[in-house]
């Protein structure tokens, strides 16, 4: 069983300060890591994808690594602004359909 | 481009009511189907999972059903409800072993 963990619950940071969210988890068998962003109410917005035969993906200003032999993946959000405000959630995949979610963490870009 | 869609948006539904939200998605054919549950300072939980019509696998035990009469229909329901089953219910689909979600349905069991 895949399980999933990620620390801080919450974090505040100023506009235009690096945000640096930490995830792991537990079987370094990992299918694939994909992050997520869902804002209060709403569903999820999938952010990256990190296959297991990849050690990062980037996109714009956020750039996600995966690191299987120490069981973390980090998501680097570059310049954060008070729209980048939201909870970011990973997920691992142990297989082609099932994910196993982190609680989040919720993330405060302050004006 | 894809799109997926659920509703209704908000229900809220007296115990021992049954329950039937829908899914829908476009764009896509043969799609990975799957309902998750979202309730309050939890994660999500998997549900069911679908990989084609007719096809269903629960994932835990539960007062739910799921059916998939159509290829890009996913339906969840329930003969009775139960206060535990208060929660925000999350559609996907997947592609190329990523998921992407649904808007949600916020359900409240009174």
């Known amino acids: 069983k895949q399980e999933v963990t990620q620390i801080p619950a919450a974090l505040s940071v100023p506009e235009g300060e690096n945000l640096v969210l930490n995830c792991s988890f537990t079987?370094?068998?990992?299918?694939?890591l994909q992050w997520f962003r869902q804002d209060p109410g709403k569903g999820l917005t999938s952010l990256l994808l990190i296959q297991s035969s990849q050690r990062e993906q980037t996109s714009g200003r956020l750039n996600a690594s995966l690191d299987k032999s120490s069981g973390r993946s980090t998501l680097y959000i570059a310049a954060s602004q008070p729209g980048d405000s939201a909870t970011y959630l990973c997920?691992?995949?142990?297989?082609?359909?099932?994910?196993?979610f982190g609680a989040g963490t919720t993330v405060t870009v302050r004006a | 481009s894809q799109t997926i869609h659920q509703w209704p948006a908000t229900l809220v539904q007296p115990v021992g009511s049954p329950l039937s939200l829908e899914c829908t998605v476009e764009g896509t054919s043969n799609p990975n189907l799957y309902w998750y549950r979202q309730a309050a300072g939890r994660g999500l939980q998997l549900l069911f999972y679908s990989v084609g019509i007719g096809q269903i696998s629960s994932e835990v035990p539960q007062n739910l059903s799921a059916s998939r009469p159509q290829d890009r229909q996913f339906i969840l329901s329930s003969k009775k409800l139960l206060l535990s089953d208060s929660g925000f219910y999350l559609c996907a689909w997947s592609e190329n072993n990523e998921q992407f979600f649904g808007p949600g349905t916020r359900l409240t069991v009174l």
């Open positions: 079987d370094s068998a990992i299918y694939n």
């Open positions: 997920a691992g995949a142990i297989n082609d359909y099932k994910l196993s």
